[in-house]
């Protein structure tokens, strides 16, 4: 589905007579909530609207997705799979600077940043959506950041002894902290020190 | 006022007769509220309650905090400057790694921890909120770490050319992101991790 290349209010084309694929409907509702996400945020996300742009019924939505903050963690997850995917050229330095630098793009100039710390701030006192949340979102993140750091170490460009999971908190958790308490800003320039700093230390002498 | 001696509901020791002085009753609100905070968390503050416990009028706590967070924030704040302060023994590594284990503990065996992990929550669609979190909280438990960071720079044992707003969100960032999004648990080996990280860097080579 090329939800791109259609007003954004349009249903989406049909392919031939009968029923498609589950798989291929769970893709287009995926795809659909994560554009509405990234390019006007949460606020008017119902299920009433998913379920009219990606041609299913609610209550197929609902089977799939039990609550709105389910349905648009797992579609914001699929939106920006590839632009936060982790490259591997060998280089990690350049790697992580560009990875946080997408990732900055993505929370500071999109809708995706308020859609993000607002779901963060309501699982504090949701337990469900602090659940969806690990599951449908943050702990497929932090796996894939694992693994390209694990690479990064195999390859010696980390210290063996480093639990990389600890590095995760020091890199998009030092960043998500800026977004959530915006004492000060996400920059290029925080991006930068950031990645220097875990690599190359901040300690003297 | 010791409120420790007192049972948690009595009203406070009279002292004498006459009006308290502003700053010494302000000083009472604020030990009531954080002890509150401490031991029981946010669920049962109350002006009602605190306005009782500390002796003073509905009217007067208002005045001084319009809102229960703002109460709430101003209470934390006097309720861990001490714990959480900053100490320097000449070694910043230590000095680093027994605040951040102080944190812990307030963080994860106090309900300390659910109050500001609640308070953050509820600021990212609640401006106000989330102008009082930087302005009684937050910003200025950054000055004293940057302070004590400062320091350690002054003296060498962090780089020169280190931004040590950046180390700010690196340590005590890191670690609210495992607060906020607990994939993870804060333990004393994380905040060992953590603080060796930061220092000596995980790059290799």
Do not use: C
């Amino acid at each position: 589905m090329t939800s791109e290349h259609r007003p954004p209010d349009a249903p989406p084309a049909r392919r031939g007579r009968g029923r498609r694929p589950a798989e291929e409907v769970r893709s287009d509702v995926l795809e659909t909530v994560g554009h509405l996400l990234l390019t006007e945020g949460s606020a008017d996300l119902t299920f009433e609207r998913v379920a009219r742009l990606a041609g299913v019924s609610k209550t197929t939505l609902y089977k799939w997705w039990p609550s709105k903050g389910a349905l648009a963690l797992d579609g914001y997850f699929h939106a920006v799979e590839e632009p936060l995917a982790f490259a591997d050229t060998g280089d990690i330095r350049a790697d992580l600077t560009s990875q946080l630098r997408a990732w900055s793009r993505i929370m500071t100039r999109t809708p995706g940043g308020k859609v993000l710390t607002e779901l963060i701030g309501q699982s504090q006192t949701d337990a469900d959506l602090a659940s969806a949340y690990r599951s449908l979102y943050s702990s497929e993140r932090r796996r894939l950041a694992g693994e390209r750091l694990a690479r990064a170490q195999q390859v010696g460009q980390i210290r063996p002894d480093v639990d990389v999971r600890v590095v995760i908190d020091q890199l998009w958790g030092a960043a998500y902290h800026r977004m959530l308490i915006p004492d000060e800003p996400v920059t290029d320039d925080f991006i930068t020190a950031l990645v220097t700093n875990v690599l190359d230390g901040v300690g003297g002498d």
